[in-house]
């Protein structure tokens, strides 16, 4: 039985051991499994800001695009041409007035003698503006010079007769100067690429993501072409040749309000003429001579020609440093007839890194932080690293994790895991321990049960020897002696009544654990039933050289079992003969009492007492105090055991007392049923 106890036990602990180690190994796991999960939210919410950046780059492009080409020049003549009308109305740009518009910066045109044009020209050169607006007139002045030393020179070469090649099979220079732009974009891509293999090997370990936007890098797009009154060029080009409108309504509005002015049909002998240079040296003296005459018929067209706009990347700083490795200008080309012309304006890197962080805090999720950064740098605790390639440029994404978010969870998730792990260790040992505990109640119950099957052996055997030998020899007749015979029959009374008693302890034993034990209560004079046990018992005790004194209270009738309450009487007087012996004083009392609630039945010897610590177990079926292969006493050890059963069956208990000198007082209490 310990054999496999031992062996089952070994085995529950190796699996307790295994399930032990695989939890951690999962709870490692997951906890990696969670960072790689938060990993893929940084991902996640680098794509929505990619590609809501993108969005905000493509409407941005798609209405810069449909902007009409006259608002580059502060001068601009209404399109709505109706019949037999002699005068077109003259409109500032929406342009003018300020240099910002959403994420473009300085509008320009640059037409084939290099010349620069912004919508601010008119409006900067009026002496009252550049004292009320002398930061506004500052930024307009330089960014022109930034546009006519950068701009123009990566332009060059830009010439009347340089447009009109490809007849000999080679591309028109409209088209090589687009493959020019985004060769300068090429090129700039590979300088950062040389620049980030440089980079510490600290810094190109670190993981990192590609998020192409991509708004800017398709060349393919078609390009418009819009059929425009040959009449409405001309007042174009001559308005914002000599400035010669006459404004009739005041001073000029900003903000692209409509300033009206009237010009004649009779045309400008020079309109055909190169721009004038763009110094700021506009003939604003003529603002208020003689509209000529326009020559051309209403109905007469021409044919813009729009193209798509390129990026162009100018190496080194302008007015801010900048966060790409050059100024980012969008450029595109427009032809009407003969003229040519680059119409343009500089990425507001301020405005679109304002809306790159307007799109990262929308998508931010809990947690989460970010930094816009333009250089890597080593030391940074950075969970994920998001590369916006804006195709001329990238712009550095850098995600932070709020540490303790992630740290909690997995600290969460190591606690349930060891909670779980002492439960069920918990659990699991006292598992063991009562098992453990049950198999040692076993053996010690079958070891009880082998003492039992000994003692009522040896308790049957005992008297049934006795009766046989005595009716033996009365059967042959060899007792002569008249008083010998009494004694042999006293004798064999006495064992039968022994045997008696010993069978009908085991029966009710066995009646009592089948839970058919019957028990008949009726009213009456509990004194007189114990009278009748202690009158019983005297030969017995006398024949053990005991005397029984009775003391019993007066007690009013109570309804009991009489066969349990002799059962009990007897037992307690036949423990107290077996085990008070050697006791010098022989003497065993009974004595009754009552306190109204309870009617106490007290047995009380003087032999060597019950130790404390035995004074629960005796009451167990089959517990000796003495070993059965050298015990000196006879018994079966349920005498106790039926005690307490009938004590119960009672409404009471039963209780050992320590006696004075020595001894043991067993005390029983019934309840009292009136």
Same mark, same amino acid.
């Given at each position: 039985?310990?054999?496999?106890?031992?062996?089952?036990?070994?085995?529950?602990?190796?699996?307790?051991?295994?399930?032990?180690?695989?939890?951690?190994?999962?709870?490692?796991?997951?906890?990696? @499994?969670?960072?790689?999960?938060?990993?893929?939210?940084?991902?996640?919410?680098?794509?929505?800001?990619?590609?809501?950046?993108?969005?905000?780059?493509?409407?941005?492009?798609?209405?810069?695009?449909?902007?009409?080409?006259?608002?580059?020049?502060?001068?601009?003549?209404? $399109?709505?041409?109706?019949?037999?009308?002699?005068?077109?109305?003259?409109?500032?740009?929406?342009?003018?007035?300020? *240099?910002?518009?959403?994420?473009?910066?300085?509008?320009?045109?640059?037409?084939?003698?290099?010349?620069?044009?912004?919508?601010?020209?008119?409006?900067? +050169?009026?002496?009252?503006?550049?004292?009320?607006?002398?930061?506004?007139?500052?930024?307009?002045?330089?960014?022109?010079?930034?546009?006519?030393? =950068?701009?123009?020179?990566?332009?060059?070469?830009?010439?009347? =007769?340089?447009?009109?090649?490809?007849? @000999?099979?080679?591309?028109?220079?409209?088209?090589?100067?687009? *493959?020019?732009?985004?060769?300068?974009?090429?090129?700039?891509?590979?300088?950062?690429?040389?620049?980030?293999?440089?980079?510490?090997?600290?810094?190109?370990?670190?993981?990192?993501?590609?998020?192409?936007?991509?708004?800017?890098?398709?060349?393919?797009?078609?390009?418009?072409?819009?059929?425009?009154?040959?009449?409405?060029?001309?007042?174009?080009?001559?308005?914002?040749?000599?400035?010669?409108?006459?404004?009739?309504?005041?001073?000029?509005?900003?903000?692209?309000?409509?300033?009206?002015?009237?010009?004649?049909?009779?045309?400008?002998?020079?309109?055909?003429?190169?721009?004038?240079?763009?110094?700021?040296?506009?003939?604003?003296?003529?603002?208020?001579?003689?509209?000529?005459?326009?020559?051309?018929? +209403? $109905?007469?067209?021409?044919?813009?020609?729009?193209?798509?706009?390129?990026?162009?990347?100018?190496?080194?700083?302008?007015?801010?440093?900048?966060?790409?490795?050059?100024?980012? /200008?969008?450029?595109?080309?427009?032809?009407?007839?003969?003229?040519?012309?680059?119409?343009? /304006?500089?990425?507001?890197?301020?405005?679109?890194?304002? !809306?790159?962080?307007?799109?990262?805090?929308?998508?931010?999720?809990?947690?989460?932080?970010? !930094?816009?950064?333009?250089?890597?740098?080593?030391?940074?605790?950075?969970?994920?690293?998001?590369?916006?390639?804006?195709? /001329?440029?990238?712009?550095?994404?850098?995600?932070?994790?709020?540490?303790?978010?992630?740290?909690?969870?997995?600290?969460?998730? #190591?606690?349930?895991?060891?909670?779980?792990?002492?439960?069920?260790?918990?659990?699991?040992?006292?598992?063991?321990?009562?098992?453990?505990?049950?198999?040692?109640?076993?053996?010690?119950?079958?070891?009880?049960?082998?003492?039992?099957?000994?003692?009522?052996?040896? !308790?049957?055997?005992?008297? *049934?020897?006795?009766?046989? +030998?005595?009716?033996?020899?009365?059967?042959?007749?060899?007792?002569?002696?008249?008083?010998?015979?009494?004694?042999?029959?006293?004798?064999? #009374?006495?064992?039968?009544?022994?045997?008696?008693?010993?069978?009908?302890?085991?029966? $009710?034993?066995?009646?009592?654990?089948?839970?058919?034990?019957?028990?008949?209560?009726? /009213?009456?004079?509990?004194?007189?039933?114990?009278?009748?046990?202690?009158?019983?018992?005297?030969?017995?005790?006398?024949?053990?050289?005991?005397?029984?004194?009775?003391?019993?209270?007066?007690?009013?009738?109570?309804?009991?079992?009489? $066969?349990?309450?002799?059962?009990?009487?007897? =037992?307690?007087?036949?423990?107290?003969?077996?085990?008070?012996?050697?006791?010098?004083?022989?003497?065993?009392?009974?004595?009754?009492?009552?306190?109204?609630?309870?009617?106490?039945?007290?047995?009380?010897?003087?032999?060597?007492?019950? &130790?404390?610590?035995?004074?629960?177990?005796?009451?167990?079926?089959?517990? #000796?105090?003495?070993?059965?292969?050298?015990?000196?006493?006879?018994?079966?050890?349920?005498?106790?055991?039926?005690?307490?059963?009938?004590?119960?069956?009672?409404?009471?208990?039963?209780?050992?007392?320590?006696?004075? &000198?020595?001894?043991?007082?067993?005390?029983?209490?019934?309840?009292?049923?009136?």
């Amino acid at each position: 039985m310990y054999r496999r106890l031992i062996i089952l036990s070994v085995i529950i602990a190796a699996a307790l051991g295994g399930f032990a180690f695989l939890g951690y190994h999962a709870t490692e796991k997951w906890a990696k @499994g969670l960072k790689l999960a938060r990993l893929g939210e940084f991902a996640d919410v680098a794509e929505q800001i990619r590609r809501d950046v993108k969005k905000k780059l493509d409407d941005f492009i798609k209405s810069e695009e449909g902007r009409r080409y006259t608002d580059y020049r502060y001068f601009q003549a209404d $399109d709505n041409i109706r019949a037999g009308q002699q005068e077109i109305a003259v409109f500032t740009s929406p342009l003018s007035g300020q *240099l910002e518009h959403s994420l473009a910066y300085g509008h320009f045109q640059i037409d084939a003698g290099g010349n620069v044009l912004t919508p601010n020209d008119y409006f900067i +050169m009026n002496a009252d503006v550049q004292i009320a607006n002398s930061e506004l007139y500052a930024k307009a002045v330089s960014n022109t010079k930034y546009i006519k030393s =950068n701009v123009v020179p990566m332009l060059g070469g830009l010439t009347v =007769n340089s447009y009109k090649m490809g007849a @000999g099979g080679k591309a028109p220079a409209s088209r090589r100067t687009r *493959l020019k732009a985004v060769k300068a974009v090429e090129l700039a891509k590979e300088e950062s690429q040389k620049k980030q293999n440089r980079k510490s090997p600290a810094l190109q370990r670190r993981a990192r993501a590609n998020y192409p936007i991509g708004s800017l890098e398709n060349v393919d797009r078609e390009a418009q072409l819009i059929k425009q009154h040959r009449v409405v060029f001309q007042t174009n080009m001559s308005a914002n040749a000599s400035g010669g409108v006459q404004i009739q309504d005041g001073p000029y509005q900003r903000d692209g309000q409509q300033q009206q002015a009237q010009m004649s049909s009779q045309s400008h002998p020079a309109w055909e003429q190169q721009l004038v240079d763009s110094d700021m040296n506009i003939d604003l003296s003529l603002a208020n001579s003689q509209l000529l005459a326009v020559q051309p018929r +209403m $109905d007469e067209t021409v044919q813009v020609r729009i193209e798509p706009f390129v990026p162009l990347i100018v190496p080194g700083g302008g007015g801010e440093q900048s966060i790409f490795d050059g100024q980012v /200008f969008l450029v595109r080309h427009v032809q009407i007839e003969g003229r040519h012309f680059w119409q343009g /304006f500089q990425l507001n890197e301020k405005k679109l890194i304002e !809306e790159v962080k307007k799109s990262a805090n929308h998508f931010m999720r809990e947690g989460m932080s970010f !930094e816009l950064v333009q250089t890597e740098r080593e030391g940074e605790d950075i969970a994920y690293r998001a590369t916006l390639d804006f195709g /001329f440029g990238d712009l550095l994404l850098d995600f932070k994790d709020n540490p303790v978010l992630i740290s909690g969870q997995i600290s969460e998730l #190591r606690r349930w895991y060891f909670a779980i792990v002492v439960i069920v260790l918990l659990a699991v040992t006292l598992g063991l321990v009562s098992l453990w505990r049950h198999a040692q109640a076993q053996i010690k119950l079958a070891q009880k049960k082998d003492d039992f099957i000994s003692a009522v052996s040896h !308790e049957l055997r005992t008297p *049934l020897t006795s009766i046989r +030998m005595y009716s033996e020899m009365l059967e042959r007749d060899w007792v002569k002696s008249k008083d010998k015979l009494a004694e042999y029959y006293k004798s064999m #009374r006495q064992e039968s009544e022994r045997l008696s008693r010993l069978i009908e302890n085991v029966l $009710d034993f066995s009646r009592i654990q089948r839970g058919r034990k019957k028990y008949t209560f009726s /009213f009456g004079d509990l004194n007189e039933c114990i009278k009748g046990v202690v009158e019983m018992m005297r030969p017995y005790a006398a024949q053990n050289g005991f005397s029984i004194r009775a003391d019993l209270e007066q007690l009013k009738q109570t309804a009991f079992d009489s $066969d349990a309450v002799k059962q009990i009487v007897v =037992n307690l007087l036949d423990n107290a003969i077996k085990y008070a012996g050697n006791a010098k004083d022989k003497t065993v009392a009974v004595r009754t009492k009552s306190d109204g609630q309870y009617v106490f039945i007290e047995v009380e010897d003087h032999g060597p007492g019950v &130790p404390h610590r035995q004074r629960k177990k005796i009451f167990e079926e089959f517990y #000796r105090t003495e070993a059965e292969a050298t015990r000196e006493t006879n018994g079966t050890g349920l005498g106790l055991a039926l005690v307490k059963k009938f004590a119960q069956a009672h409404n009471g208990f039963v209780e050992i007392l320590t006696a004075k &000198p020595a001894g043991a007082i067993f005390r029983v209490g019934l309840a009292v049923q009136n």
